[in-house]
C-alpha cells in the first residue's frame, strides 16, 4: 500500500479525525504527522469507508454500508482492515461489530504503532508519531486548563497518606476494580523511540494495560493479549518498581478511562509536555508532594527516579544562611515561546542544586546514598542500608575493601578534626552480604536473557 502519491481520501479522513474542514487553512497536508501515520498503510477504499465512521459513536456494518454506498461484504471488509492498522475501533455490542473513530492521542497514533507487524515493516510510523507531539506540544502551552490535558499522572496509592480523603478516580486499584476485560501491551512511546534509534532502555514489552472496549479491539486485532486481573496488578507493582509513572487518558469523563500507561520520562510523549515545553499541568496529577524533611537522608533516589526531572538533591548542611528559593515560572502567566523550551531535556537533566549535594555522594564513583545508609545504620536497620548500598554497587564487601575512600577525603567534617569513617561503615554492613542469613538478593526487574552483555574487567 505504501505509495509517494497523495491519497486524497486518507488526507480527508485525516482532517475529519482532526475535526478540520477539507481546505481550511489549518487543514492537514501530505508532510503533516496525521497523514503520515496513515500514508503507508491506509488506502484510499478503506479511507472512504471511514469517512463514514463518528467520533466515539459505534456505528454498525450496516449502517456505514449504507452511507458509503458499498455492499455489506465490502464494507465489512475494508472496516476489519481498518481496524487491524489502526484507524478504527471495533467492538462486539450485543452480538454485532460495531465501529468508531477516535481522536489522535490518546488514540489512532498508538493504535497504529502498537501494530508490532507495522512498526517493524515501516519504521517512520513512529517518527510521526514523535512529530504529532512536536507539533501539538508548542500549541498546549497555556492554553489547556489544569485537569484538562490528554494524560494525567495517578500516584502510587501506597505514597497517599492514610488521613488524606483521597477520590477514589485517583487510585489505579479502581479502574481495574471497575473492568472486567483487559489486555497487555508495548509502550508505544517507547517502541516509537526505538523506531527512531533512541531506545531509552526503560521496559518496554508488556507495560501498557487496556481496559473495558480497548482491551476487546488490542486482543481482537492482535496488538495486545488478555490478561487477568490479578495480572493487571502484577504489571503495576512491576512498573513501580522499576520507577515508571502511572498515566491514564483523560478524554473519557470524570472517572473513567480505558488504558493505564506505566511511563518513563525519556521515552514518553506526554511527560515531554512537561518537560520539553516547560508545561507541566498538562499532565499534572490532584496531589502535591510532601518531602518531610526530617526522615530524608539525600539518598538521591527520588531525584534520579523521578521521571519530570520535578526535584533537587541539596547538600543538606548546618547553615546560618536563608534558604535558597528558585522562582519558577509557568505558561498561564507568561508569554511562552522558544526561548521558555527544553530541547534538549532527555540528556540535560539536572539532579542537583547549583551549590551542588552532598560532598560525600558527590565523590563517590559509584555515587552511593551513603548519607542515607549511614542514616539507617545508626539506626540499626542493617537490612535496609545494605539493600540502599547494592542499588548502585552489586557488589559492595568486595569493593568496600579496595575503595579509594573519596567520599571521607571530601567529608566536611575533616574541615573540623577527622573525616566520618564511612568505609568502615560500609564494610560493617556489606559483611553481612557474605551470610547466608543476611545476604540481600534484589528482585529481578524484567527478563533481558535475550540481550548480549559484555563483562569487562
Not at 26 to 43: G, M, T
Not at 252 to 277: M, P
Request: with cysteine; net charge negative.
Amino acid at each position: 500500500m505504501e505509495s509517494t502519491v497523495v491519497k486524497q481520501k486518507v488526507i480527508e479522513y485525516a482532517n475529519k479525525i482532526s475535526m478540520v474542514k477539507n481546505g481550511a487553512k489549518n487543514a492537514i497536508q501530505p508532510h503533516d504527522p496525521e497523514y503520515r501515520i496513515f500514508a503507508p498503510i491506509v488506502s484510499n477504499e478503506m479511507a472512504e469507508v471511514g469517512l463514514c465512521l463518528e467520533l466515539k459513536q459505534p456505528q454498525s456494518v450496516e449502517q456505514v454500508a449504507k452511507k458509503a454506498g458499498k455492499s455489506l461484504q465490502q464494507t465489512e471488509a475494508l472496516l476489519w482492515e481498518l481496524a487491524v492498522v489502526g484507524g478504527a475501533f471495533v467492538n462486539n455490542i450485543d452480538g454485532v461489530d460495531h465501529y468508531w473513530h477516535d481522536v489522535w492521542v490518546p488514540g489512532h497514533m498508538e493504535m497504529v504503532v502498537n501494530n508490532k507487524q507495522l512498526i517493524q515493516q515501516y519504521p517512520e510510523l513512529g517518527k510521526a508519531f514523535d512529530d504529532f507531539g512536536i507539533k501539538r506540544g508548542p500549541m498546549a502551552a497555556g492554553n489547556v486548563p489544569v485537569g484538562s490535558g490528554p494524560m494525567r499522572v495517578i500516584p502510587i496509592e501506597s505514597a497517599i497518606d492514610g488521613d488524606t480523603r483521597s477520590a477514589s478516580y485517583e487510585e489505579v486499584s479502581k479502574y481495574l476494580e471497575s473492568n472486567e476485560i483487559f489486555s497487555i501491551s508495548d509502550c508505544a512511546c517507547r517502541t516509537s523511540r526505538e523506531a527512531m534509534g533512541e531506545g531509552c532502555g526503560h521496559l518496554k514489552e508488556d507495560m501498557c494495560i487496556q481496559m473495558g472496549h480497548a482491551a476487546e479491539y488490542y486482543i481482537r486485532t492482535g496488538r495486545g493479549r488478555a490478561i487477568s486481573r490479578e495480572e493487571a496488578y502484577k504489571v503495576i507493582r512491576k512498573a513501580e518498581d522499576n520507577g515508571l509513572m502511572h498515566q491514564i487518558p483523560n478524554f473519557d469523563g470524570s472517572g473513567e478511562t480505558h488504558a493505564i500507561c506505566n511511563c518513563c520520562g525519556c521515552g514518553c510523549f506526554a511527560l515531554r509536555l512537561a518537560e520539553q515545553w516547560q508545561n507541566p499541568d498538562m499532565v499534572r496529577s490532584n496531589y502535591v508532594v510532601k518531602i518531610d524533611e526530617n526522615k530524608c537522608v539525600a539518598c538521591g533516589e527520588c531525584v534520579e527516579t523521578c521521571p519530570t526531572n520535578a526535584l533537587r538533591l541539596g547538600q543538606k548542611l548546618c547553615s546560618i544562611d536563608p534558604e535558597v528559593t528558585f522562582p519558577r515560572e509557568l505558561p498561564y502567566d507568561n508569554e511562552w515561546n522558544d526561548d521558555k523550551y527544553n530541547p534538549e531535556y532527555r540528556t540535560n537533566r539536572q539532579v542537583v542544586e547549583e551549590h551542588g549535594s552532598a560532598p560525600c555522594k558527590a565523590g563517590c564513583p559509584a555515587h552511593i546514598g551513603i548519607q542515607g545508609y549511614m542514616k539507617l545504620a545508626s539506626q540499626q536497620r542493617y537490612r535496609e542500608a545494605l539493600e540502599l548500598i547494592k542499588k548502585e554497587n552489586p557488589f559492595p564487601a568486595v569493593c568496600g575493601r579496595i575503595c579509594p575512600r573519596n567520599c571521607e577525603s571530601a567529608c566536611t567534617r575533616g574541615e573540623i578534626d577527622d573525616p566520618v569513617a564511612i568505609d568502615e561503615i560500609k564494610k560493617y554492613i556489606a559483611q553481612r552480604d557474605m551470610t547466608a542469613v543476611g545476604r540481600f538478593v534484589p528482585e529481578k526487574r524484567g527478563d533481558h536473557r535475550h540481550k548480549k552483555i559484555a563483562v569487562v574487567g
